[in-house]
């Protein structure tokens, strides 16, 4: 029943852009200025964290002074207007939708040694209230792009931790710390794994590296952070 109201709807209302609202052609796509706006990354910027604030195979300052857990960061787009208004359609609009245009933008980044992709996990509080996990929503399309194997519950967020926006490097590790864990009954099977941390939107990257820390610190031979969009200095006053 609920399918049949949902094609009825679709029939009866024009399909509307996912970052704007415009009406466009066809159902969960962009229309062109939406698109146009999107800054895509092409080059590997940071030797260590692919920030693309450095030429391409250097390593950047906070890489050289914190080297960090991770094995590289892969994002699609710069985080700007259009792709932050995606982001949070998806996080607080429930449009399951753009989680397929972020994983079409995101494919081409995945390793092809990837055994297996993990979302950055919410807490359960968190993700009651929201009622999914909008990186769980990209792994998956991800996972069913490129034939790998998506493990949504290897990692459990054990602590609720506050937003990380406004605090310096070393106040994000102290509020992270002990916040994320790996199930120890998984820890066997992540053992000498190429892990896929999929993430929205990579801010200082202070989650994804504690995320990444916990991954190691289980067994996994090597963690590469995929993300929709990544905060640059180009976006600056956006977040
Ligand atoms: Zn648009
Ligand atoms: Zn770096």
């Not at 892990?195 to 996994?220: E, F, H, I, P, Q």
């Amino acid at each position: 029943m609920t399918s049949l109201v949902a094609s009825i709807v679709d029939f009866a209302l024009p399909h509307r852009c996912l970052g704007c609202g415009l009406v466009v052609d066809s159902p969960a796509s962009l229309c062109l200025p939406c698109w146009n706006k999107l800054d895509f990354i092409t080059s590997n910027g940071c030797a260590s964290c692919g920030s693309i604030e450095v030429e391409e195979g250097l390593v950047c300052a906070p890489c050289l002074q914190n080297p960090p857990s991770h094995d590289g960061v892969r994002a699609a787009t710069i985080y700007g207007e259009v792709s932050k208004s995606i982001a949070l359609r998806l996080k607080h609009g429930r449009r399951i939708g753009l989680a397929q245009i972020m994983a079409n933008s995101m494919e081409r980044w995945i390793a092809s040694e990837t055994d297996v992709l993990v979302p950055v996990p919410l807490h359960r509080w968190r993700l009651w209230s929201r009622g999914f996990n909008q990186s769980l929503e990209i792994a998956r399309h991800l996972g069913r792009q490129k034939l790998i194997r998506v493990e949504p519950s290897i990692m459990v967020r054990v602590k609720r931790t506050p937003s990380l926006g406004g605090l310096g490097a070393k106040d994000r590790q102290t509020v992270l710390r002990g916040a994320i864990k790996v199930d120890p009954k998984r820890r066997a099977w992540l053992k000498g794994k190429s892990v896929g941390l999929v993430d929205d939107v990579y801010t200082s990257g202070a989650t994804a590296n504690a995320c990444a820390a916990a991954l190691k610190r289980a067994g996994a031979k090597k963690v590469i952070v995929y993300t929709w969009a990544r905060v640059s200095k180009t976006s600056d006053g956006l977040h």
